[in-house]
């Protein structure tokens, strides 16, 4: 006979689960499932589970199963958060995939790839949403205690309203407040991406009837003739253009904000608020509907066709090529296919107008998604990724990790910028090619589009392993500008300098603001003066924490450090020898701008750099401001290389290449070309002659005779017979190892052990350990080792695994007591 108990028994399988919880640590911890939510859980959902003492986190579930860890006792699960899974399969199979090729933690990958909101922990930090009003009335008793201690105090870590509640799980309770948008759950809270709207005037339809439009005018005639003239300007300017702006109406009636505010008051006009570019004045532009001209339409045929055979297609062409309205037709045909579509952008803040343009076509199927938006909006974006309802997703690095469910074709624009790589923290990835990775998981397409490839994406076009298209002409009467070099050397010796600029650069200017046109000058250094020098015993300032010299910055007058952050006072008398004779050397964006605008009284100058963007929409305003001709001249660094497009810029001054082409690294001639021409490539965009003028000390450079000639089959070809010679990728795969230490002395045997432990395995794969350029960063001093590992022949899998045992091992020692290290696969 049959025991009932063993029958209960059998049907109540204990299940374990394994969860990826949000910290570094090398394997995922298993939890044991009470008997009661057994039914509930499932892979990809979110749970509460205890880590050590005390601390409670928010882990996903990976994997479930009947068998429990053989080295500890299991936990219990001690809540589920999700009633569907957050994560989908894909992602998870992703998360692994980085986890494995970037040789990196399941917990690092996790921290990166989910908004702080979706991975509560003890001290995640809540506080108020300010902007949202809410009835206290309709909250229950717990959140009406968590929303009374905010109203107090401004933030509260999960640990406090734990104790607050007298209760150890309160995640649900803080999902239910984050759901109703009262409560942000974040790390930080950064600023919010608000797109540019304008007003746009029209007249009511009441006054489509004749009789009632003459009647209007004979009671405005007598007692308000401008708002008549207001109202006869709009009539005459609608029979031009679809939409009127404030300021055309204003211009055209020569009449006051005030009489237009009187006219809307008395509903005569009414007012409708678009969103609208932010940096093009063509009308074409502004139309949701196009043709591709031949050129276009020949490369987007020529896509389709690739894409039958290849997964991975690089678009090359030049710029103003109009590779974007090429997107806007592939994006086109797989949202009607009804799959989704991933367009990453390097720098999210400098191409808003390919974000904007984009919106015109597709509406609210598109969402946005970047580090510039809070944690409740990037969890609302997850969300509709997640439910289909985004057909479209733009995003930085950062959205490759979002939950598509239907991917269809990954775009990653200018592909060959070193933005989509991640450096600090962990995973250290590369976004164009980990979205080539994800693309095999949904078995989508990827376009890879630049004007200046990569050599590691170009080569593999070269080698069929990629599709290739070209597109080598400019878009509309667009012409490629005319590029002129200046010798610096040359202009010093004939005494034409004036301060930083050849007479050929200012007369150029000056030729541009003459014209009402614009100009942009590109220095790749910011602060005022980057050292600070005692003419007497040689004395230079330096940081306490880098081995760095401190960088002047006017704005301030302060010397920073630009790694660390810290600051110290600029120096009157030298602290070495006591001497007055401090001379400042070189000359960074912050000097061009004070120094141009002395030479240039009149003119309005700009500067954008790290040190003027940091403020909220200091990005938006400073374009917005160049695209509404408030400013003649914009002076900047790397920024103003980055998706600009604007009509009017006519004179681009590169200031100093050298800073470029003298810089020790591998890929320093790959990077001069590709920024100069980038730069060069803002200039006569919308059918205006564009001017470039290059100042260097080698005016024979290889690289800037390429530039000018726009020769970058010559570069590829130059470069790659070197990378074979010197063994860099893409003929070799580079690991890079930074062994850190508080003690030099330390350092330096820990260093070298690791290095001949590593010898032994890999012979002389391995180069180093060596101080790199900048060998102390944050007090901790740094040592660097190098493995080149030949692609032909070796199994990445087998190396990486060797790696890794050999630190495990290393970390072991005795010898390895108080150091960190930091492994970066293709580092550069």
Same mark, same amino acid.
């Not at 938006?373 to 979002?402: H, I, M, P, T």
């Not at 050599?455 to 002129?484: D, T």
């Not at 530039?707 to 089959?713: L, M, S, T």
């Not at 032994?760 to 190098?786: A, H, S, W």
């Given at each position: 006979?049959?025991?009932?108990?063993?029958?209960?028994?059998?049907?109540?399988?204990?299940?374990?689960?394994?969860?990826?919880? %949000?910290?570094?640590?090398?394997?995922?911890?298993?939890?044991?499932?009470?008997?009661?939510?057994?039914?509930?859980?499932?892979?990809?959902?979110?749970?509460?589970?205890?880590?050590?003492?005390?601390?409670?986190?928010?882990?996903?579930?990976?994997?479930?199963?009947?068998?429990?860890?053989?080295?500890?006792?299991?936990?219990?699960?001690?809540?589920?958060?999700?009633?569907?899974?957050?994560?989908?399969?894909?992602?998870?199979?992703?998360?692994?995939?980085?986890?494995?090729?970037?040789?990196?933690?399941?917990?690092?990958?996790?921290?990166?790839?989910?908004?702080?909101?979706?991975?509560?922990?003890?001290?995640?930090?809540?506080?108020?949403?300010?902007?949202?009003?809410?009835?206290?009335?309709?909250?229950?008793?717990?959140?009406?205690?968590?929303?009374?201690?905010?109203?107090?105090?401004?933030?509260?870590?999960?640990?406090?309203? +734990?104790?607050?509640?007298?209760?150890?799980?309160?995640?649900?309770?803080?999902?239910?407040?984050?759901?109703?948008?009262?409560?942000?759950?974040?790390?930080?809270?950064?600023?919010?991406?608000?797109?540019?709207?304008?007003?746009?005037?029209?007249?009511?339809?009441?006054?489509? *009837?004749?009789?009632?439009?003459?009647?209007?005018?004979?009671?405005?005639?007598?007692?308000?003739?401008?708002?008549?003239?207001?109202?006869?300007? #709009?009539?005459?300017?609608?029979?031009?253009?679809?939409?009127?702006?404030?300021?055309?109406?204003?211009?055209?009636?020569?009449?006051?904000?005030?009489?237009?505010?009187?006219?809307?008051?008395?509903?005569?006009?009414?007012?409708?608020?678009? !969103?609208?570019?932010?940096?093009?004045?063509?009308?074409?532009?502004?139309?949701?509907?196009?043709?591709?001209?031949?050129?276009?339409?020949?490369?987007?045929?020529?896509?389709?066709?690739?894409?039958?055979?290849?997964?991975?297609?690089?678009?090359?062409?030049?710029?103003?090529?109009?590779?974007?309205?090429?997107?806007?037709?592939?994006?086109?045909?797989?949202?009607?296919?009804?799959?989704?579509?991933?367009?990453?952008? %390097?720098?999210?803040? /400098?191409?808003?107008?390919? $974000?904007?343009? =984009?919106?015109?076509?597709?509406?609210?199927? $598109?969402?946005?998604?970047?580090?510039?938006?809070?944690?409740?909006?990037?969890?609302?974006?997850?969300?509709?990724?997640?439910?289909?309802?985004?057909?479209?997703?733009?995003?930085?690095? +950062?959205?490759?990790?979002?939950?598509?469910?239907? #991917?269809?074709?990954?775009?990653?624009?200018?592909?060959?910028?070193?933005?989509?790589?991640?450096?600090? @923290?962990?995973?250290?990835?590369?976004?164009?090619?980990?979205?080539?990775?994800?693309?095999?998981?949904?078995?989508?397409?990827?376009?890879?589009?630049?004007?200046?490839?990569? =050599?590691?994406?170009?080569?593999?076009?070269?080698?069929?392993?990629?599709?290739?298209?070209?597109?080598?002409?400019?878009?509309?009467?667009?012409?490629?500008?005319?590029?002129?070099?200046?010798?610096?050397?040359?202009?010093?010796?004939?005494?034409?300098?004036?301060?930083? &600029?050849?007479?050929?650069?200012?007369?150029?200017?000056?030729?541009?603001?003459?014209?009402?046109?614009?100009?942009?000058?590109?220095?790749?250094?910011?602060?005022?003066?980057?050292? /600070?020098?005692?003419?007497?015993?040689?004395?230079?300032?330096?940081?306490?924490?880098?081995?760095?010299?401190?960088?002047?910055?006017?704005?301030?007058?302060?010397?920073?450090?630009?790694?660390?952050?810290?600051?110290?006072?600029?120096?009157?008398?030298?602290?070495?020898?006591?001497?007055?004779?401090?001379?400042?050397?070189?000359?960074?964006?912050?000097?061009?701008?004070?120094?141009? +605008?002395?030479?240039? @009284?009149?003119?309005?100058?700009?500067?954008?750099?790290?040190?003027?963007?940091?403020?909220?929409?200091? &990005?938006?305003?400073?374009?917005?401001?160049?695209?509404?001709?408030?400013?003649?001249?914009?002076?900047?660094?790397?920024?103003?290389?980055?998706?600009?497009?604007?009509?009017?810029?006519?004179?681009?001054?590169?200031?100093?290449?050298?800073?470029?082409?003298?810089?020790?690294?591998?890929?320093? *001639?790959?990077?001069?070309?590709?920024?100069?021409?980038?730069?060069?490539?803002?200039?006569?965009?919308?059918?205006?002659?564009?001017?470039?003028?290059?100042?260097?000390?080698?005016?024979?450079?290889?690289?800037?005779?390429?530039?000018?000639?726009?020769?970058?089959?010559?570069?590829?070809?130059?470069?790659?017979?070197?990378?074979?010679?010197?063994?860099?990728?893409?003929?070799?795969?580079?690991?890079?190892?930074?062994?850190?230490?508080?003690?030099?002395?330390?350092?330096?045997?820990?260093?070298?052990?690791?290095?001949?432990?590593?010898?032994?395995?890999?012979?002389?794969?391995?180069?180093? %350990?060596?101080?790199?350029?900048? *060998?102390?960063?944050?007090?901790?001093?740094?040592?660097?080792?190098?493995?080149?590992?030949?692609?032909?022949?070796?199994?990445?899998?087998?190396?990486?695994? !060797? #790696?890794?045992?050999?630190?495990?091992?290393?970390?072991?020692?005795?010898?390895?007591?108080? *150091?960190?290290?930091?492994?970066?696969?293709?580092?550069?």
């Amino acid at each position: 006979m049959l025991d009932l108990s063993d029958s209960v028994h059998i049907e109540k399988k204990t299940l374990f689960a394994e969860v990826v919880l %949000p910290l570094p640590i090398a394997k995922n911890y298993t939890y044991r499932v009470p008997f009661d939510r057994a039914a509930d859980v499932n892979v990809g959902k979110r749970v509460v589970v205890q880590f050590g003492k005390s601390k409670l986190y928010t882990g996903v579930i990976i994997s479930l199963g009947e068998k429990a860890p053989e080295k500890y006792e299991a936990k219990y699960l001690m809540d589920i958060l999700d009633d569907e899974p957050l994560i989908t399969p894909q992602q998870l199979a992703f998360w692994d995939w980085i986890s494995g090729y970037y040789l990196c933690n399941p917990g690092e990958v996790m921290n990166a790839a989910l908004p702080a909101a979706l991975k509560l922990a003890s001290e995640t930090r809540i506080s108020l949403n300010t902007e949202y009003n809410f009835d206290k009335s309709e909250l229950n008793d717990k959140e009406f205690l968590i929303i009374d201690a905010l109203e107090i105090q401004a933030e509260l870590t999960v640990s406090e309203v +734990s104790k607050l509640l007298g209760q150890k799980t309160v995640m649900p309770v803080l999902k239910m407040l984050f759901n109703k948008n009262i409560i942000h759950i974040a790390e930080e809270v950064n600023e919010r991406y608000k797109p540019r709207k304008r007003s746009f005037y029209g007249l009511n339809p009441v006054y489509r *009837n004749q009789e009632q439009l003459k009647e209007l005018f004979e009671i405005l005639e007598k007692r308000a003739p401008k708002q008549l003239d207001a109202v006869l300007a #709009l009539l005459q300017l609608s029979k031009q253009k679809q939409q009127v702006t404030k300021a055309e109406l204003e211009e055209a009636a020569q009449v006051s904000t005030a009489v237009l505010k009187a006219l809307v008051e008395k509903e005569i006009f009414l007012v409708e608020e678009r !969103i609208v570019s932010r940096f093009s004045n063509s009308e074409e532009d502004a139309e949701s509907t196009f043709e591709l001209n031949e050129y276009q339409e020949k490369a987007f045929k020529q896509i389709n066709q690739q894409f039958e055979q290849k997964d991975v297609v690089l678009l090359h062409g030049i710029t103003s090529s109009g590779k974007t309205q090429i997107y806007v037709r592939l994006i086109e045909a797989v949202i009607e296919s009804g799959k989704q579509v991933l367009f990453l952008l %390097p720098e999210i803040a /400098l191409t808003i107008h390919i $974000i904007e343009r =984009l919106r015109q076509y597709f509406g609210n199927k $598109i969402g946005v998604y970047h580090s510039r938006f809070n944690d409740n909006e990037r969890v609302e974006v997850w969300n509709k990724v997640l439910s289909g309802e985004y057909k479209v997703v733009l995003g930085a690095r +950062s959205s490759v990790f979002l939950p598509f469910n239907n #991917l269809g074709l990954i775009v990653v624009d200018e592909e060959h910028e070193n933005s989509y790589k991640q450096f600090d @923290p962990a995973p250290r990835y590369h976004a164009r090619d980990a979205a080539i990775y994800l693309s095999t998981l949904y078995k989508a397409k990827v376009l890879l589009g630049s004007a200046t490839p990569s =050599l590691e994406s170009y080569y593999n076009a070269q080698q069929h392993k990629y599709g290739l298209v070209e597109l080598n002409f400019r878009f509309g009467e667009a012409v490629l500008p005319e590029i002129q070099v200046i010798s610096i050397p040359e202009e010093t010796k004939n005494k034409t300098m004036q301060s930083h &600029f050849s007479t050929v650069l200012m007369q150029d200017i000056e030729s541009a603001l003459e014209k009402k046109e614009q100009a942009i000058l590109f220095q790749n250094r910011r602060g005022y003066v980057p050292l /600070l020098i005692c003419k007497t015993c040689g004395f230079t300032p330096k940081c306490i924490n880098c081995d760095v010299s401190l960088t002047l910055h006017k704005s301030t007058g302060k010397l920073h450090c630009h790694y660390c952050g810290y600051k110290e006072d600029v120096y009157a008398v030298c602290p070495a020898c006591g001497s007055v004779h401090l001379e400042q050397k070189g000359y960074g964006t912050e000097k061009i701008e004070d120094e141009l +605008s002395l030479l240039l @009284p009149s003119a309005r100058i700009v500067r954008m750099d790290l040190d003027t963007t940091r403020t909220k929409m200091a &990005f938006q305003n400073i374009l917005s401001d160049l695209e509404d001709k408030k400013t003649d001249i914009l002076v900047g660094t790397q920024m103003v290389a980055k998706g600009l497009d604007f009509s009017d810029v006519t004179v681009i001054g590169i200031v100093n290449a050298d800073s470029l082409l003298k810089f020790p690294d591998f890929r320093a *001639n790959e990077r001069s070309f590709q920024m100069l021409a980038q730069v060069s490539g803002r200039a006569g965009r919308r059918g205006k002659k564009g001017k470039v003028v290059i100042q260097t000390y080698d005016p024979h450079h290889r690289v800037i005779s390429q530039v000018i000639r726009n020769d970058y089959a010559e570069m590829y070809q130059m470069e790659m017979a070197e990378r074979l010679q010197f063994k860099y990728p893409p003929f070799y795969r580079i690991i890079q190892l930074d062994v850190k230490h508080k003690n030099a002395e330390a350092l330096f045997h820990q260093a070298e052990y690791l290095g001949n432990a590593l010898k032994k395995q890999f012979g002389d794969r391995v180069l180093g %350990p060596e101080f790199p350029l900048i *060998n102390r960063i944050r007090n901790y001093y740094i040592k660097t080792i190098i493995l080149k590992i030949e692609k032909e022949g070796t199994s990445m899998v087998r190396v990486k695994n !060797i #790696l890794k045992e050999t630190i495990v091992q290393f970390q072991t020692e005795k010898i390895s007591k108080g *150091n960190l290290i930091r492994i970066d696969v293709d580092p550069y």
